[in-house]
T-cell receptor
Framework: GAGVSQSPRYKVAKRGQDVALRCDPI?????LFWYQQALGQGPEFLTYFQNEAQLDKSGLPSDRFFAERPEGSVSTLKIQRTQQEDSAVYLC?????????????FGPGTRLLVL | GDSVTQMEGPVTLSEEAFLTINCTYTATGYPSLFWYVQYPGEGLQLLLKATKADDKGSNKGFEATYRKETTSFHLEKGSVQVSDSAVYFCALQDIQGGSEKLVFGKGTKLTVNP
């Protein structure tokens, strides 16, 4: 079946603009994760959901970052008043039952460039 | 907090050479350990995993053994191919820390020349 999809694949924003990044997880997957990957670095955790509940948002770098998953499927990561340091690839991942040791399946990412 | 340290890259090898990429971790609990790979132009995908001490994960000729005594999970392959050229990430998941999140190392870029 289809994997995790993300849109847009590329986004250029002017500093101060708001952006919204979308993630479509694999159908039926309970858990959904957002990671931020700066150039040349490993992914860093931002937040995750089990169904519609946001269980951990400890990685969100500031209150400009907000994520939601209102119906327990598609998720949106919103960044308000973007700054240059927000430039990165934003990765979404999903897993089936939300249990320990399960494989997280990653999408292709959204590359955000803030000018 | 939990962390993962990988050997610095880039690593350049000739085809059929032996590969080792070192990975050590720090965790408050008893984590599961993973290697993910990112091929050029593609997304992250799981390569192998191990969930308890002395477990060996293996896939596509790659192996890694969970060593609790040395807090390590080194990736090895006996004979690399050009198609193994990619960025490799070591990661841990520490459920006892209260979250399913993955904690990644910085990645090691491998280039295999024919």
């Amino acid at each position: 079946g289809a994997g995790v999809s993300q849109s847009p694949r590329y986004k250029v924003a002017k500093r101060g603009q708001d952006v919204a990044l979308r993630c479509d997880p694999i159908s039926g997957h309970v858990s959904l994760f957002w990671y931020q990957q700066a150039l040349g670095q490993g992914p860093e955790f931002l937040t995750y959901f089990q169904n519609e509940a946001q269980l951990d948002k400890s990685g969100l770098p500031s209150d400009r970052f907000f994520a939601e998953r209102p119906e327990g499927s598609v998720s949106t990561l919103k960044i308000q008043r973007t700054q240059q340091e927000d430039s990165a690839v934003y990765l979404c991942a999903s897993s089936f039952k939300g249990q320990a040791q399960e494989t997280q399946y990653f999408g292709p990412g959204t590359r955000l460039l803030v000018l | 907090g939990d962390s993962v340290t990988q050997m610095e890259g880039p690593v350049t090898l000739s085809e059929e050479a032996f590969l080792t990429i070192n990975c050590t971790y720090t965790a408050t609990g008893y984590p599961s350990l993973f290697w993910y790979v990112q091929y050029p132009g593609e997304g992250l995908q799981l390569l192998l995993k191990a969930t308890k001490a002395d477990d060996k994960g293996s896939n596509k000729g790659f192996e890694a053994t969970y060593r609790k005594e040395t807090t390590s999970f080194h990736l090895e392959k006996g004979s690399v191919q050009v198609s193994d050229s990619a960025v490799y990430f070591c990661a841990l998941q520490d459920i006892q820390g209260g979250s399913e999140k993955l904690v990644f190392g910085k990645g090691t870029k491998l280039t295999v020349n024919p």
